[in-house]
C-alpha cells in the first residue's frame, strides 16, 4: 500500500454562471455555481488547515442475511468484494467490517473500536472475511449505528461507509431506519450499493441521499469487486468533511431552492442549517479533487430599470480542525441588474437552461417509473417519452441507454416512445438508480 506523506492543502474556487439581466418587474434569478477541488485528495493526502493530521475512517457494512445465500454467488462475491475494499486501503486509514442481519455484529477487528491499515490489519481482516455466512433477516437502521459507533471511537478527519444490501429491509419500520438516519446524517458519508434485483431502490438511494454519498445497483455480483474497489478509492481520495455551501442573501431576498446538479441530483434545500444573519449553510459532505455544480434560485424584491444589486454571495466553508469558527475557502457573487432590453432579459444562461432540464429529466423518470408500476401506461408513456426528449435534446447518452431498455424510441427528438410489453427488472431498477445522474454541461 502507498503512503501518502507530502502535505498538500486542497484549493477550492467558485465560479457563477448566470443571466443577471432582469426585466422590469422582474423578480427571479437563478445562477448555477462551480465549486471546484484541487491539489489534496487524490493527488496527494491532506494533513489539514492547521497542519495537524488529516487522520481518514471507513467501515464497511455487509449484508449477511439469509438471501445472499440465493445464490450463493452474492455472499461470495460480497466477500470477495470486501476483500478487495480492505486491500485498496492507504496505510495509517482507520477501519472496521460489520456484518449486517437483523442485528449488527463487529466482523473485525471486533473490540468495539477500528483497525488501523498496514500489512497485519489487512492480512487479518480478509482472514476475518473467510468465516462471513448468511443467515437472518435485515434491519439496516442498527448497521448503520453500529458504524457511527465505530467511527465515532476514534479522532477522524474524514468519516465514510460503505453498505451493500441484496434485500429489503423489512426487520425494521421505515420510522427506524428513517431515525437512524437523522441520527447519522452530518456524522458520515455513505455510499450503498443495491447486489441482485430483490432490494427496494428507494431504500437504498434514500439512505446514499441521506449521508450524502452514491447509490448504485450491481445486478451481478460478479461486478462488485470491481465496484468496491472503485468506491474505496474515491473514498481514499478525500481530503476535506464537512464541507457547506453557505448562502448569504440581502434583505427582502427569498430563497427559492438550492439544488447539487452535477454529478447528480440532490436537492439541499431542506438540509439548511442558520449560519448568523440571513446566512445559511447547505451540506455538501467531503470533498477530494474534483468539481460540483449547483443550482441557486432567489426571488429578489422589484426595482427600477437601471437597478442593481448583490442577489446572494455563495461561499465555501470548512470546519477549522482548531476548534475555532468554520472557515471560508472560496467565495461567488449572484447578480441582479434590471434593463429595459429584451434580448439580455430573455436570455437563458446555457448553465442554467441545461441543468433545468437534467432536474426534469430526474423527475420524470421517476414519475413514468412510478406509472408504469402502477398500470398507468398512457402516463408512463407520457413521462417516460418526455425523458428521451430531455436526455437526447442535453446529450445524456447514458441514460438515453438505459431508457432504450424501458421503452421503444420512435422519435427521440419529440419523445415519441412506445412501452415495451416486457423489461428486465434489473434494467428498470437500474434506470431508476441512476436516474438522478447527470451529464455536465459543455462550456
Avoid at 32 to 49: A, K, L, N, Q
Avoid at 184 to 192: E, L, V, Y
Avoid at 232 to 247: C, I, N, P, Q, S
Avoid at 256 to 278: H, I, W
Wanted: net charge negative; hydrophobic share 40%; aromatic share 4%.
Amino acid at each position: 500500500m502507498a503512503n501518502f506523506s507530502k502535505p498538500t492543502v486542497p484549493q477550492f474556487s467558485v465560479d457563477v454562471y448566470q443571466n443577471e439581466f432582469l426585466p422590469e418587474g422582474g423578480r427571479d434569478v437563478s445562477a448555477i455555481v462551480t465549486v471546484t477541488s484541487t491539489g489534496g485528495g487524490t493527488s496527494g493526502g491532506y494533513t489539514g488547515f492547521a497542519g495537524g493530521s488529516a487522520a481518514a475512517g471507513v467501515v464497511i457494512m455487509v449484508d449477511c442475511s439469509g438471501s445472499m445465500d440465493y445464490p450463493a454467488t452474492k455472499m461470495r462475491g460480497a466477500r470477495e468484494a470486501t476483500a478487495a475494499a480492505v486491500d485498496t486501503l492507504r496505510d495509517g486509514t482507520h477501519f472496521a467490517v460489520v456484518a449486517g442481519t437483523h442485528v449488527a455484529k463487529e466482523v473485525y477487528p471486533g473490540n468495539g473500536g477500528l483497525a488501523v491499515a498496514d500489512a497485519r490489519t489487512r492480512a487479518e481482516a480478509k482472514e476475518a472475511l473467510r468465516r462471513l455466512s448468511a443467515g437472518g433477516g435485515t434491519a439496516i437502521g442498527t448497521w448503520l449505528r453500529l458504524a457511527d459507533r465505530l467511527l465515532s471511537s476514534a479522532e477522524l478527519t474524514i468519516r465514510h461507509g460503505i453498505l451493500l444490501t441484496d434485500g429489503r429491509n423489512e426487520h425494521e419500520s421505515p420510522e427506524e431506519l428513517r431515525a437512524a438516519l437523522d441520527a447519522c446524517a452530518g456524522r458520515f458519508t455513505c455510499d450503498a450499493r443495491g447486489v441482485g434485483t430483490d432490494w427496494e431502490v428507494k431504500e437504498v438511494t434514500g439512505i446514499a441521499s441521506a449521508l450524502l454519498g452514491t447509490a448504485d445497483i450491481v445486478a451481478d455480483p460478479a461486478g462488485l469487486a470491481t465496484d468496491f474497489t472503485t468506491m474505496m478509492e474515491d473514498a481514499m481520495g478525500k481530503g476535506v468533511a464537512d464541507v457547506a455551501l453557505r448562502l448569504w442573501t440581502p434583505v427582502g431576498v427569498e430563497i427559492m431552492f438550492v439544488k447539487q446538479v452535477a454529478p447528480s441530483v440532490e436537492d439541499l434545500t431542506g438540509r439548511r442549517t442558520e449560519a448568523g444573519p440571513r446566512a445559511g449553510d447547505y451540506p455538501t459532505g467531503s470533498w477530494g479533487d474534483e468539481s460540483r455544480d449547483y443550482h441557486v434560485s432567489v426571488r429578489v424584491p422589484q426595482a427600477a430599470v437601471g437597478q442593481e444589486m448583490l442577489a446572494a454571495r455563495v461561499s465555501l466553508i470548512a470546519p477549522d480542525p482548531a476548534g475555532g469558527d468554520p472557515r471560508p475557502l472560496s467565495q461567488g457573487l449572484v447578480r441582479a441588474v434590471w434593463t429595459d432590453d429584451l434580448a439580455m432579459s430573455t436570455s437563458i444562461n446555457p448553465q442554467v437552461a441545461h441543468y433545468t432540464g437534467q432536474a426534469e429529466l430526474a423527475d420524470v423518470i421517476q414519475q413514468g417509473l412510478d406509472a408504469r408500476k402502477s398500470g398507468d401506461r398512457d402516463g408512463a408513456t407520457a413521462k417516460l417519452g418526455r425523458a428521451v426528449q430531455l436526455a437526447a435534446a442535453s446529450g445524456n447518452a447514458d441514460t438515453a441507454k438505459l431508457l432504450s431498455k424501458v421503452v421503444d424510441v420512435v422519435d427521440a427528438a419529440t419523445g415519441t416512445v412506445r412501452l415495451k410489453a416486457k423489461v428486465a427488472e434489473a434494467d428498470e431498477m437500474t434506470l431508476e438508480t441512476r436516474s438522478t445522474k447527470t451529464v455536465r454541461v459543455k462550456r
